[in-house]
């Protein structure tokens, strides 16, 4: 299993990015898939995660309204839509993928993260002041 995160950078406060986690190796639909993210001294926490049952989304109170999960099974990728950046967002973003879990918010609160099946490589976002 691999997965490629693409498609953070340096953006202004209230700016806009979108990430992009591609599998591979994988048979996509099989997959709960989301995205976590990580300040230096701090746990990650996962943010949003996608799977193909409902509810098929899942959001972290924080990013509610201004992040977007969603997932093109023909490109076997999962995309991050975040709008109304704020300084807080600024972390490193990582991506993972999990066949073991039946639902969105059960990847992204598991609590042992680092046992999920696969993580993608970060990806940094800063949002300036």
């Known amino acids: 299993v691999q997965l490629q995160a693409s498609g953070g950078g340096l953006v202004q406060a209230g700016g806009s990015l979108r990430l992009s986690c591609t599998a591979s190796?994988?048979?996509?639909?099989?997959?709960?898939i989301g995205w976590f993210r990580q300040v230096p001294g701090k746990e990650r926490e996962g943010i949003s995660c996608?799977?193909?049952?409902?509810?098929?989304?899942y959001y972290e109170d924080s990013v509610k309204g201004r992040f977007t999960i969603s997932s093109d099974k023909a490109r076997n990728t999962v995309y991050l839509e975040m709008r109304d950046l704020k300084p807080a967002d600024t972390a490193v973003y990582f991506c993972?993928?999990?066949?073991?879990?039946?639902?969105?918010?059960?990847?992204?609160?598991?609590?042992?993260?680092?046992?999920?099946?696969?993580w993608g490589q970060g990806t940094q976002v800063t949002v300036s002041s």
């Open positions: 993972a993928a999990d066949s073991r879990l039946t639902r969105a918010h059960a990847l992204c609160t598991y609590p042992n993260p680092d046992h999920l099946d696969a």
């Open positions: 190796g994988i048979t996509f639909d099989d997959y709960a």
């Open positions: 996608i799977y193909k049952y409902e509810p098929r989304t």
